[in-house]
C-alpha cells in the first residue's frame, strides 16, 4: 500500500539511479505495472456526547429586558427588576448590581458608563477616585446625592478587566436605563463620557463635540424631551489634568441651565 508521500519518494530514487548511469528499465516497469491499491479507511465510532444547553436567544434577552423595565413604576422596584434579570452575561462574572445612588425623585439624574472595581466592591456608582471627583466638580455647582441628585450607569456590572462592554451587553441593560429616566423625569439630564452619551442620544459624534452644548433626550414613551447635556467624564480627568477647564466649563453651563429651570441647589461649603 503506498501513500502519494511514498510513490514521490520512490519516483525520486528511480529517477536517481537512472541519472547515475544504472539501466532502471525493468525497475520502471515493474513499478509501473504494480496495481495501485485504494487506501482503506476505518472509520471510528462516533463518541457520545451530552447535548449542549441552549443559549438564550439575544433578541430573547433583550425582550425579556424591555418587558421586565417597563413592568416597574418605581426606582425600587427598577433596582428589582434588575437583580431578578438574567439576561446579561456580566452579571455571572461581578460582585454586585450598581444600580444607582442618590435621591431617587431628584431633579437632575447624572448616567455614567460600566462601573468598575470600587463600584463592583461597594454595589454603588461612583465611589472610586472618579467618583470623588465627580462629587466635589457637582459640589461647586449645588448639587449632591444627599438632597437633589441621582446618579446611575448604563451597564449595572462590571466588565471583566474593565474591558469595554460589548454590544450586547449594552442593549441588555438600555431597556432599564431608559426606564429609569422615564420613572425619574429629571428636570436635566447630565451624561458623563463618551459611551453614556452615545448610548443615551443615539449619536455617534465625539464626547468633545457634543459637550457644553444643550440638548435633548427623547424617546417615544415620552410625551416631552428631557433636557440634556454631555459632561468630560472624571476618569478621563484624571488621565488629562489639562482639560479641567473645558470640564469647568460644563459645569457652568450646568449651573445657568439649572438656574433657569429653577432647580434649587445646596449652598457650597
Known amino acids: 500500500m503506498e501513500t502519494n508521500a511514498g510513490q ?20 520502471e516497469a515493474v513499478y509501473a505495472a504494480a496495481p495501485s491499491q485504494p ?9 457520545a456526547s451530552a447535548p449542549r444547553p441552549l443559549r438564550p436567544r439575544a433578541d430573547t434577552s433583550l425582550e425579556a ?12 422596584e427598577l433596582r428589582a427588576a ?14 454586585n448590581t450598581v444600580f444607582v445612588d442618590g435621591v431617587e425623585n431628584a431633579p437632575v439624574l447624572l448616567i455614567g ?8 466592591q461597594a454595589g454603588k456608582p461612583f465611589v472610586g477616585r472618579s467618583g470623588q471627583l465627580l462629587d466635589r466638580m457637582l459640589e461647586q455647582i449645588g448639587l449632591n ?30 431597556p432599564f436605563a431608559e426606564r429609569l429616566v422615564e420613572i425619574v423625569q429629571p428636570k436635566l439630564l447630565i451624561l458623563a463620557g463618551k459611551s453614556a452619551a452615545h448610548t443615551m442620544l443615539k449619536r455617534v459624534d465625539g464626547v468633545l463635540k457634543l459637550r457644553g452644548r444643550k440638548l435633548q433626550y427623547s424617546r417615544d414613551e415620552f410625551p416631552l424631551p428631557v433636557n440634556a447635556m ?25 449651573e445657568t441651565w439649572l438656574d433657569e429651570l429653577g432647580v434649587e441647589r445646596a449652598p457650597h461649603s
Open 230 to 254: 454631555v459632561m468630560l467624564h472624571p476618569a478621563y480627568l484624571l488621565r488629562q489634568p489639562q482639560q479641567k477647564r473645558l470640564a469647568w466649563n460644563d459645569l457652568l453651563l450646568a
Open 113 to 120: 458608563e460600566a462601573p468598575g472595581k470600587d463600584e463592583d
Open 8 to 27: 514521490s519518494a520512490a519516483r525520486a530514487l528511480l529517477a536517481f539511479w537512472r541519472a547515475a548511469g544504472v539501466d532502471m528499465d525493468m525497475a
Open 82 to 95: 434588575l437583580e431578578n434579570f438574567e439576561g446579561c452575561a456580566l452579571k455571572r462574572t461581578a460582585r
Open 39 to 47: 487506501v482503506e479507511t476505518v472509520a471510528r465510532p462516533k463518541r
Open 145 to 174: 446625592r444627599r438632597s437633589n441628585l441621582l446618579i446611575s450607569n448604563t451597564i449595572y456590572w462590571r466588565p471583566p478587566g474593565n474591558r469595554d462592554p460589548t454590544q450586547g451587553e449594552i442593549a441588555a441593560c438600555l
Open 65 to 76: 429586558a424591555r418587558s421586565a423595565a417597563q413592568a416597574a413604576n418605581s426606582v425600587a
